[in-house]
């Protein structure tokens, strides 16, 4: 079985396995590509919910 990948922050790459301590570590990802781009991910969530907490907060 192949190991996840992961997006270590303190190193600011991707890596296979788990290498690094939980809380440096984004993932896991299914592939290499997708951990990669493990910081735009977050941020479109990100932009995605608190687009979705303005909507709540002004009643639309």
Known sequence: MAEKWYYCLKHQ????????WFRDRMG???DQATAER????ARARNERE???D??????E
Do not use: T, V
């Open 54 to 59: 303005r909507s709540w907060r002004d009643g």
């Open 13 to 20: 790459r991707a890596e296979q396995g788990m290498r690094c």
């Open 38 to 41: 493990a910081l735009d991910i």
């Open 50 to 52: 608190d687009a979705r």
């Open 28 to 30: 896991p990802y299914p």
